[in-house]
C-alpha cells in the first residue's frame, strides 16, 4: 500500500474551514484515498474517499490533485465537535483492501 | 441506527489470565476487522476476516492471540496468556466487499483492555 505524509497537528477557528493535507506520491492506479477521523475515545469514523475526481458529501469535500500525488480533505465550516485525529489512507479498492492507518493529523478547532 | 457492538467495554484483568473480546458486526456486512490502539503503536491492524473465513492475521502476535468467527454474528479475539504490553483499546470495524466494491468501514466503540 502507498504510504502518505500528514502533518502531526493543524489549528482551525470555529466556523472557518479546515483544509488538511495529506502527500501520497507513490500512489499506484488502482488505489483510492480514504479519510476517517478519530473523535477521542471513539473508533475511527468514515468520513469520504476518492480516486481521481474531487468528492463531496455531507461531512467533507475532497480535493486530489492531477498527478494524484496529494490530497485536502475541507471541512468547510469547522465546528467544535470536529476536534479530532483526521487519518489519510491510500489502499487499493476490492482486493485486500485493508486499512493501515498512519499517525494522522490532529485537528484541533478552536473557539 | 445499525452499528456494531463490542463487549466488554472495559475489562482489567491480570497477568495469565485469558480475556476474550467479542463482536457483533452489523448485519449484511460481509467483512470483519480487528483493530488494536495504544498511545505508542497507534492503530494496528491484527486480523480480518471475509464471509467469516480468514483473509489476514499477519499482524496478530500468533502465540497467545486467536480471532475466530463462529457464525456470521459473532467475531471473538480471545488472548491467552495475557500480559501487561497487551493493554490497549481494541477495536472491530465490519464493511461489505464484493469484488471491486469495497463500502465504508463501521467501527465500534472499542474494548478497552488492562493487564495488571
Known amino acids: 500500500d502507498a504510504k502518505t505524509t500528514q502533518p502531526p497537528s493543524m489549528d482551525c477557528a470555529e466556523g472557518r474551514a479546515a483544509n488538511l493535507p495529506c502527500n501520497h506520491s507513490t500512489i499506484s492506479g488502482n488505489e483510492y484515498v480514504y479519510w476517517y477521523r478519530q473523535i477521542h475515545s471513539q473508533g475511527p469514523q468514515y468520513i469520504i474517499h476518492g480516486l481521481k475526481n474531487n468528492e463531496t458529501n455531507e461531512m467533507a469535500s475532497l480535493i486530489i490533485t492531477e498527478d494524484r500525488k496529494s490530497s485536502t480533505l475541507i471541512l468547510p465550516h469547522a465546528t467544535l465537535r470536529d476536534t479530532a485525529v483526521y487519518y489519510c489512507?491510500?489502499?487499493?479498492?476490492?482486493?485486500?483492501?485493508?486499512?493501515?492507518f498512519g499517525k494522522g493529523t490532529k485537528l484541533t478547532v478552536n473557539p | 441506527d445499525a452499528r456494531v457492538t463490542q463487549t466488554p467495554r472495559h475489562k482489567v484483568t491480570e497477568m495469565g489470565q485469558e480475556v476474550t473480546m467479542r463482536c457483533q458486526p452489523i448485519l449484511g456486512h460481509n467483512t470483519v476487522f480487528w483493530y488494536r490502539q495504544t498511545m505508542m503503536q497507534g492503530l494496528e491492524l491484527l486480523a480480518y476476516f471475509r464471509n467469516r473465513a480468514p483473509l489476514d492475521d499477519s499482524g496478530m502476535p500468533k502465540d497467545r492471540f486467536s480471532a475466530e468467527m463462529p457464525d456470521a454474528t459473532l467475531a471473538t479475539l480471545k488472548i491467552q496468556p495475557s500480559e501487561p504490553r497487551d493493554s490497549a483499546v481494541y477495536f472491530c470495524a465490519s464493511g461489505f466487499r464484493a469484488g471491486n466494491f469495497a463500502g465504508e468501514l463501521f467501527f465500534g466503540e472499542g474494548s478497552r483492555l488492562t493487564v495488571l
Open positions: 489512507i491510500v489502499t487499493p479498492q476490492g482486493g485486500s483492501e485493508k486499512l493501515v
